[in-house]
């Protein structure tokens, strides 16, 4: 071979060998905290394509800043705007992160294709896509704009081993109280393919009033979404910070939410499902393993608008119904998926939690199976829960400590009065901390089922729900409660489209709420009930230095036992019923030494809840 030949072949074989890629469109403010969209193009396809764009296409793309690496799954997006245009086919792949650091961020990108490489634990059989397949790039993050209750000025919610889980950002301890119902918050008219199987199909309307300005950019199709954005905005209102929703409940008891590909027309799924349970229905009528692009991406309209209102986003991945049927009940390629998806495409929320099944009944084997793809996959290791029926939760005793990767309960109670609210959380408590790994505990269902949180006009006080289920729980160290409305009234747990149903008692949260994150750290405070000599009352403490004691009737003046120190302590009272400011008893200080002390009588000295706050000066 000549001189000039081998030149022009060694020319040649540069040129074949150089990617040419398409340049990635990064959708999103640049900053800090912000959820930042990157927009590849790879090949034409559909969801209802030959080859399985959701699973035997795998996009993840690995970005890093210094010592920081995060791997992120991608997700098929049909045209990348499907919310708007409902399409279900196109050449779009989306990635979407949040940036936890300022400074440049480099990025490398791994498309491969094979069959079920969507769920491979072994990548090495992989073949490459093509296309973004071998792509890097890098781009710039600022610090948030953003103030306020924006959870983007806040920083990931993270849990670091402790009861409670704490801001990134703004390094401070979260208190959640909210709504727990109704379940199928998203079986919502504007979302496509919504089906109304039970008549249980929302509309949302007395909360129409309650959209504003603040929601316009996350509509889609010109007007749709403004009713539920409206009732996220009135929970944000009331200072409400979290909400939860089930995305999968086919065979539940409302059976309008799915993540999945219909197979036959709506009316022919509604017809059905409202005659029958849907066991069959998920073998014969659903794609088991392909989703609805456009619907998805409708929701994510509404998480993200909730991030910019500071709510706390509880994704109820199944319930009791529902966790066997993927894979018959052995974790396997259609569980796998639909967690990918999920993760894929909500992940990269900033204060959320995973929970792997509402009264979940599952082997303890597929639960653990569970936790450990779902903890492996989730690069921001987002909160990992389950939830249980309430008289099965001696399960956890199989799940605390290093026996999987969960990080706290869900728990579920059954008192009519909530009785049983304080004692279960203690218990959970003191197990999750005896292995070394604590829980951050939450009560998310108290209460019996046909009556738990009862309407206003059904209860407009409230007494049992706040002292015994709300007060009850952050006394004893759990980190929040989210409100089950139960079934037998109106606005139930599966027909509430109005949460100005209990607007009263969601005045009685926001005291709460602002007494824990006003005057105490609770964060480094514990459940001390047997300093107080009454056992109806509650005690926190985080001795000699500040305790505060909750008292659901004050008849006689409270005592309690502060120790040996020769400290002065201020005493000053607070209404969780009204709310306001502290304010002075009868006895104003009190010296520790050694006796148990005398607290005194609250400003009105009659039989009502009082709440107890003991100072060291």
Not at 378 to 398: C, G, M, W
Not at 495 to 518: E, G, I, V
Request: charge should be negative.
């Amino acid at each position: 071979m000549n001189k000039f030949v081998y030149l022009l072949f060694s020319l040649f074989f540069v040129l074949s060998t150089c990617e040419k890629y398409e340049e990635v469109v990064i959708e999103g403010e640049l900053k800090k905290w912000h959820r930042i969209v990157l927009n590849f193009e790879g090949p034409q396809t559909s969801e209802l394509n030959q080859v399985n764009p959701f699973l035997n296409y795998r996009l993840d793309v690995i970005f890093k800043k210094g010592d920081k690496t995060y791997e992120i799954p991608g997700f098929y997006a049909a045209d990348g705007n499907a919310a708007e245009t409902s399409s279900s086919s196109g050449n779009i792949w989306q990635v979407r992160f949040t940036p936890d650091g300022i400074g440049e961020w480099t990025y490398s990108v791994s498309f491969k294709k094979g069959d079920n490489i969507a769920v491979s634990d072994d990548l090495r059989k992989a073949s490459s896509a093509g296309f973004m397949d071998g792509q890097s790039g890098k781009f710039t993050i600022s610090e948030s704009d953003k103030k306020g209750k924006d959870n983007r000025a806040k920083g990931r919610l993270q849990y670091i081993g402790e009861s409670y889980l704490k801001f990134a950002e703004s390094q401070k301890y979260f208190i959640k109280l909210g709504v727990d119902a109704p379940e199928n918050l998203l079986a919502y008219t504007d979302f496509d393919v919504s089906t109304n199987a039970l008549g249980f199909q929302k509309a949302w309307e007395p909360h129409a009033k309650d959209f504003d300005e603040s929601g316009i950019q996350y509509l889609w199709q010109e007007t749709k979404g403004k009713n539920l954005l409206g009732a996220i905005n009135y929970l944000a209102s009331e200072e409400l910070n979290v909400f939860s929703f089930l995305t999968f409940n086919i065979d539940g008891d409302d059976r309008n939410i799915f993540p999945h590909l219909l197979k036959v027309p709506v009316e022919d799924y509604e017809t059905y499902a409202s005659i029958k349970k849907n066991k069959e229905a998920w073998e014969t009528m659903f794609h088991k393993t392909r989703f609805d692009v456009s619907k998805l991406d409708q929701w994510e309209r509404i998480f993200e608008y909730a991030e910019t209102k500071g709510i706390f986003l509880h994704f109820k991945t199944h319930e009791t119904e529902t966790d066997h049927l993927m894979d018959k009940g052995v974790f396997g390629t259609e569980g796998k998926l639909y967690y990918r998806e999920l993760i894929a495409r909500f992940g990269h929320h900033l204060s959320m939690n995973w929970n792997l099944g509402e009264e979940n009944n599952q082997p303890i084997e597929e639960v653990v199976k569970v936790a450990n793809y779902v903890s492996k996959l989730d690069a921001y290791n987002s909160h990992l829960v389950i939830h249980t029926f309430p008289n099965k939760d001696d399960r956890y005793a199989e799940l605390i400590g290093d026996q999987s990767p969960l990080t706290g309960a869900s728990l579920q109670l059954r008192d009519p009065e909530f009785v049983d609210v304080h004692p279960r959380v203690l218990k959970w408590r003191e197990k999750s901390n005896a292995t070394g790994k604590k829980w951050a505990l939450s009560v998310d269902e108290p209460g019996k089922a046909n009556i738990a949180l009862l309407p206003d006009d059904e209860d407009p006080e409230h007494n049992f729900a706040r002292s015994r289920a709300m007060w009850g729980t952050l006394m004893a160290g759990g980190y929040g409660v989210e409100w089950y409305f139960g079934y037998a009234s109106p606005n139930s747990d599966l027909t509430c489209q109005d949460f100005r149903s209990r607007d009263l008692f969601w005045d009685q949260n926001r005291y709460a709420l602002q007494f824990f994150n006003k005057y105490i750290p609770f964060w480094e405070m514990e459940p001390s009930d047997a300093l107080v000599i009454d056992d109806t009352s509650y005690c926190l403490a985080k001795e000699d230095q500040v305790y505060v004691v909750y008292a659901e009737s004050v008849v006689d003046s409270l005592e309690i036992d502060l120790g040996n120190s020769n400290y002065t302590f201020k005493i000053k009272w607070f209404d969780p019923r009204n709310g306001g400011s502290l304010q002075d008893g009868s006895i104003t200080s009190v010296e520790a030494n050694g006796n148990v002390v005398v607290l005194g009588m609250p400003p009105l000295s009659y039989d009502k809840d009082w709440v107890v706050l003991i100072k060291k000066e």
